[in-house]
């Protein structure tokens, strides 16, 4: 199994981004995703999570600006009003709903790096 995260780089606080998240040997429809970020000194966080057709989870400090959505066998985080707090390595990671929301996801992508200036 693997996991791709893409669509990451440097923009301006205010802008968007779309990150995306690519699997092979799984099929996203029978897992939970999690989009998670981690800040240089900072311990790894969830951002957003969606178990398609069910639940999806936003951390406080994105909700209302960032969306997670799955489409065309990716898994998407539409990241707008970007701000420099948002500046982190960014992770797609599947597994079941609790081990998402915990963290313990089994299976992990690399990360893709955001960075929002001010």
């Known amino acids: 199994v693997q996991l791709q995260a893409s669509g990451g780089g440097l923009v301006q606080a205010g802008d968007s981004l779309r990150l995306s998240c690519a699997a092979s040997?799984?099929?996203?429809?029978?897992?939970?995703v999690g989009w998670f970020r981690q800040a240089p000194g900072e311990e790894r966080e969830l951002v957003a999570a969606?178990?398609?057709?069910?639940s999806t989870y936003y951390a406080g400090s994105v909700k209302g600006r960032f969306t997670i959505s799955r489409a065309n066998d990716a898994v998407y985080l539409q990241m707008n009003s970007l701000k420099p707090e948002d500046t982190a390595v960014y992770y797609c990671a599947a597994g079941n709903w609790r081990e998402v929301l915990a963290g313990r996801a089994h299976n992990w992508g690399q990360g893709t790096q955001v960075t929002v200036s001010s």
């Open positions: 969606f178990r398609g057709g069910f």
């Open positions: 040997g799984l099929t996203f429809g029978n897992y939970a």
